[in-house]
């Protein structure tokens, strides 16, 4: 049996995050989650608020960390320690405001599963 999930899509503009007291951005975002570079590592199982501030008025929603993966900082011509993290969260929840922007970040998506 074939579990499909929302459709994912990448903003169209910059989104800046803040996750708990850290900011970050979106990287990807869907009806029900979001991925974001962040500069530090989240535990899973974390609950937090998410702030999402872009082109669309702000957003706070409350989420749960799934998961984190430290990624390179690739900068051109360099050899970098620096280290980033892709942060997978899910919304857990999201007030009538905030479940607009997400719909309108996630644009035709917003309703479609893969």
Sequence with gaps: MTVLRAARVFPTS???????????RVVNVSATGALLRMRVPFMAGRQCPLSLSGSNEPATLIVRIVRTQQVPVLLPGA???????LVGVTFTFVSSQSGETVKNLCGD?????E
């Design 79 to 85: 050899i970098s320690e620096l280290r980033e993290y």
């Design 109 to 113: 998506a917003f309703a479609r599963r």
């Design 14 to 24: 910059d989104v800046d995050a803040r996750l708990g007291a850290e900011f970050g």
